[in-house]
């Protein structure tokens, strides 16, 4: 018995799958070049990355560790938490030392993704973060309907990205892009739409409570 | 309401991560509440006779429907390649006495391999030879005690082992409360080494 194309690739979606590529799924030229990008977003990222910000990193780091634990029943698959456009908006190139770590420490203890693929699964998740930062970092001081919006936008555009990248990273094997990249983006619609929720919230919290925090932030420390 | 304001302050003003490390805690109870786990895909096979079974599944149970299977000899060539049905299962005949790497491909960069090496397909096959042509000259009371009982010893270890193997495999592969606190607390441990250097730097 024979499926049609896109009956078979309506299944994929249906099942259970993440952003982490375990091993041994990707050409070598795929891998290298993940490691070659994960290595300078890191170079820079700890570069960037002062003193005074790496508690931050500590601590997104870990929240990110444990977010992958977290499914999403919602939707037609079962999907987990990114966080990775939160990381991104709070630490900017930050993201890639921060994720690296924690990714490295998910494949060690969960056997998520693998070692071979770590630098393209930093890539996939990282690089999103990096370019929210630039893309929405301006807006968060503005006016606070704007910053609740760009948050939300933040939040969702990550694992939007995200998704294009596994599918992108996925083309250069085996399956062609648009169907990939189009399942996964379906599948992580509600993990993009929870992902704003929550960064949304956090800005606003982090503006009343800490807005030092935040990028952009230009005005006296007043507490 | 003041209450609240003066713990906000105390916490959030002189802690500047409690939110952060609030969500943390968040998370971990969500984590504690049974959230299933699907973030591999395991496939494991077995002979019987001159028949290779295997099964594929996610963790957390699901079974992986509609996976392409494909199968390499030794030297990675592909000799076959099928689709697992409804339950996850699929089989085929022994295509050649060689090790066999049974890879399964799920699909979005989900990937498991199962081993089968070539000493499980000889036995097999062979047992399978020598008792066709035995059981004919040979009626139960020809058999002694001490026989009987190394047969059956065979067969079971035979038919066990794959089981063994996989209920080893899979023991190993569910993250615990024990990986996670290990985690986090390996990423603080990571803070306190670049503290560590930072004034280090900061006493020269």
Redesign the interface.
């Known amino acids: 018995m024979k499926?049609p194309e896109v009956d078979?690739c309506f299944?994929?979606v249906l099942?259970?799958?993440?952003m982490?590529?375990?091993?041994?799924?990707?050409s070598g030229p795929v891998l290298a070049s993940g490691i070659a990008l994960a290595a300078a977003g890191t170079a820079i990222g700890l570069k960037r990355l002062d003193?005074d910000r790496?508690?931050?990193?500590?601590?997104?780091?870990?929240?990110f560790?444990?977010?992958?634990?977290?499914?999403v029943p919602i939707g037609p698959s079962?999907v987990h938490?990114i966080l990775n456009g939160i990381v991104g908006l709070l630490l900017g190139w930050g993201a890639f030392p921060t994720i690296l770590?924690?990714l490295l420490?998910?494949g060690v203890?969960?056997?998520?993704g693998g070692i071979t693929t770590l630098g393209v699964n930093t890539t996939i998740m990282a690089l999103p973060a990096v370019i929210c930062y630039y893309l929405f970092g301006c807006m968060i001081q503005k006016k606070s309907y704007i910053a609740y919006i760009s948050a939300f936008a933040c939040g969702f555009i990550s694992v939007f990205l995200s998704a294009i990248m596994?599918g992108a990273?996925?083309m250069f094997t085996?399956?062609s892009f648009l169907g990939?990249a189009a399942?996964?983006i379906i599948a992580h619609l509600p993990v993009m739409i929870i992902e704003g929720v929550v960064a949304a919230f956090?800005v606003a919290?982090?503006k009343k409570?800490?807005p030092e925090?935040l990028p952009g932030f230009s005005g006296s420390i007043n507490? | 309401m003041k209450i609240i304001h003066a713990i906000?302050?105390s916490v959030?003003?002189k802690w500047?991560?409690g939110?952060?490390?609030f969500?943390?805690i968040f998370?971990?109870t969500?984590?504690l509440a049974g959230?299933?786990?699907?973030?591999?895909?395991m496939i494991f096979a077995y002979v019987d006779g001159d028949t290779v079974y295997t099964k594929s599944k996610?963790s957390?149970g699901?079974k992986?429907?509609?996976?392409q299977v494909i199968v390499y000899n030794q030297q990675g060539n592909k000799l076959l390649e099928g689709k697992t049905d409804n339950n996850g299962e699929f089989s085929f005949k022994v295509p050649q006495k060689t090790t066999l790497k049974i890879?399964l491909?799920?699909?979005?960069?989900?990937?498991g391999?199962w081993t089968l090496p070539i000493e499980e397909i000889e036995q097999q096959t062979k047992s399978e030879a020598k008792a066709a042509p035995k059981a004919q000259n040979v009626t139960a009371t020809d058999l002694t005690l001490p026989e009987v009982q190394e047969v059956v010893e065979k067969v079971l270890e035979t038919k066990l082992r794959p089981i063994m193997k996989m209920l080893a495999e899979s023991n190993e592969?569910e993250?615990e409360i024990s990986?996670?606190i290990?985690?986090?607390g390996?990423?603080?441990g990571?803070?306190g080494v670049?503290?560590y250097f930072?004034f280090r730097k900061k006493n020269k």
Do not use: W
Request: charged share 10%.
């Open positions: 499926m078979s299944f994929m099942q259970e799958f993440f982490h590529i375990s091993e041994g799924v990707l003193y790496i508690p931050h990193a500590a601590i997104l780091s870990a929240a560790f444990v977010a992958s634990l977290v499914h079962s938490l770590t924690a420490l998910q203890l969960f056997q998520f596994v990273a996925l085996q399956e990939i399942a996964v956090c919290f982090l409570v800490q925090l507490s | 906000k302050k959030f003003h500047p991560y939110l952060v490390s969500m943390i998370l971990l969500f984590f959230a299933a786990f699907a973030h591999k895909v996610f957390g699901k992986a429907k509609n996976s890879v491909n799920a699909g979005m960069g989900h990937r391999q592969k993250p990986d996670i290990g985690g986090i390996y990423i603080f990571l803070m670049a503290s930072h």
